[in-house]
């Protein structure tokens, strides 16, 4: 049964960086048919996917562009996890931050498990 | 971006009763579609992938049906447990969702 357990600080203040992470168990994150993403969920922008890593022979990312200039994903093959931060950061960032699986062979597929959920408020 | 478009926004109705949510995408999409019901505090579960594959472990009374543009979520007859928010969600280019439907007791 696979599942994923997220862990991070949940409050930060304006210009700080947020950095979550999220363990695997029961996958591996270097599996040629699984890729590894971030969303989060606010009122204000509803479900929104951040970010995703992936190995195909060798490691990917792929991020929209509306964050891509401030965030960085990070996989850890010893640890079997993978990292999300997201700098210099502002109360519209204040959100539920998920991790999820990507399970298939097609270029972009659901998400099938995800994590548990970390609210994240950013606030002075 | 593609952008979804959930309807209604919230939706009434009792137990037994047969429910139906739409969605349409800003442009087609072939059948790279999901959705996901979500409870309040909890994570997002997959319910149907590829327009109308039920997800291992989902009851046969939800289904999903379309293509292109126009898709349906169909719950044949509604149970206590599935009352909640319904997502929609395209993968034909990155991923967007849709902006959900709550589905509360009438």
């Known amino acids: 049964q696979v599942q994923l357990q997220q862990s991070g600080p949940g409050l930060l203040k304006p210009s700080q960086t947020l950095s979550l992470t999220c363990a695997i168990s029961g996958d591996s994150i270097s599996s040629n048919s699984a890729a590894w993403s971030w969303i989060r969920q606010s009122p204000s922008r509803g479900l929104e996917w951040l970010g995703r890593t992936y190995y195909k022979s060798k490691w990917y990312n792929d991020f929209p562009v509306s964050v891509k200039s401030r965030i960085t994903i990070n996989p850890d093959t010893s640890k079997n996890q993978f990292s999300l931060q997201l700098y210099s950061v502002t109360p519209e960032d204040t959100a539920v931050y998920y991790c999820?699986?990507?399970?298939?062979?097609?270029?972009?597929?659901?998400?099938?498990?995800w994590g548990q959920g970390t609210m994240v408020t950013v606030s002075s | 971006d593609i952008q979804m478009t959930q309807s209604p926004s919230t939706l009434s109705a009792s137990v037994g009763d047969r429910v139906t949510i739409t969605c349409r995408a800003s442009q087609s999409i072939s059948t790279w579609l999901a959705w996901y019901q979500q409870k309040p505090g909890k994570a997002p579960k997959l319910l149907i992938f590829?327009?109308?594959s039920l997800q291992s472990g989902v009851p046969s009374r939800f289904s999903g049906s379309g293509s292109g543009t126009e898709f349906t979520l169909t719950i044949s007859s509604l149970q206590p447990d599935d009352f909640a928010t319904y997502y929609c969600q395209q993968y034909n280019t990155y991923w967007t969702f849709g902006q959900g439907t709550k589905v509360d007791i009438k």
């Open positions: 999820a699986r990507e399970y298939g062979l097609s270029t972009f597929d659901a998400f099938d498990i």
């Open positions: 590829k327009a109308s």
